[in-house]
């Protein structure tokens, strides 16, 4: 987790940096710059920071990862990384559901939203359990 708490420890200098250029720049009426813009910046750059802070903490207590050490070898990192869940077409179907319900709320049709609210409870409950039925069972 080095290389990553790294990573954004540079984020976290460039939006430091960044920043206050940006303010600078924008400050062309009397107003005193972009506030918007220079509070968007400031957030990231406390977001990058956060990240930073959780990954360096994680890093150092726990025993490096392969990609962490300089001795390591390309076979030390074989092995299982993780499940990976083939094709679904539930992705699909709850956003589609969810795209009923914003165009009937849009077009006012709340009986519309009310049938997308459904079939999109439907989809969400087949696309959790998916893997307690069928072809991709455990």
């Known amino acids: 987790m080095k290389a990553e708490a790294w990573i954004f420890g540079a984020c976290t200098v460039f939006f430091l940096l960044v920043t206050p250029a940006y303010w600078l720049v924008t400050d062309a009426s009397e107003h005193g710059g972009d506030w918007t813009g220079t509070s968007a910046l400031t957030m990231t750059m406390l977001l990058a920071l956060m990240m930073t802070v959780y990954l360096g903490f994680h890093a150092k207590r726990m025993d490096p990862r392969p ?5 390591a070898e390309i076979a030390d990192g074989a092995g299982e990384l993780g499940f990976f869940p083939p ?3 539930w992705p699909l179907w709850t956003a589609a559901s969810l795209g ?3 165009f009937g709320v849009a077009s006012g049709a709340w009986w ?3 049938i997308g609210a459904v079939l999109g ?3 969400l409950v087949g696309w959790i359990f998916e893997y307690y039925r069928g072809v991709h069972a455990h």
Do not use: Q, T
Request: proline fraction near 0%; aromatic fraction near 18%; glycine fraction near 0%.
């Open 112 to 114: 519309l939203f009310i």
């Open 121 to 123: 409870a439907m989809a």
């Open 100 to 102: 009923v319900c914003v």
């Open 67 to 71: 990609e962490d050490r300089k001795d």
């Open 87 to 89: 094709y679904s077409w």
